[in-house]
């Protein structure tokens, strides 16, 4: 009877332990991409290769120089629905901006437009979690 009590243990605690790595698998892990913007006078559109899963949040980052505003949108895939707007000032940028919203898509664009922005260079990080 001991031997049966220490297998039945031995089992519970392996499905637990199963139970435990399908639920930390299947949540939502941080996806990062990055772009970079040389010609800021020019339209860019970037696709985030990040895949994820359907509860995850966006946050976006924005590091650089730009010698007039622009503007950056950061939308949906396939729907093209807006998630986030962000302007970006004339001069050093340095925005962090997170949305906390829930997202059914399985991916982001990025679209930069330049405004009045000839000169400088940008970093867009994003980060889906």
Known sequence: MNLFKSFKKYINSRLVNSLLLIGIASSCSMEKGEFYIVDVSKA?????SASFHPDCCVATFVTGTLDGPAWILV????????????YLPKGKVNIENSHGDFYWQRKIVVKYF?????KGSLK?????F
């Open 114 to 118: 330049p405004g009045e922005a000839k």
């Open 75 to 86: 939308e949906y895939y396939s729907k093209g629905g807006l998630i986030d707007s962000i």
């Open 124 to 128: 867009i990080k994003t980060l889906i």
């Open 44 to 48: 860019h559109t970037f696709t985030d």
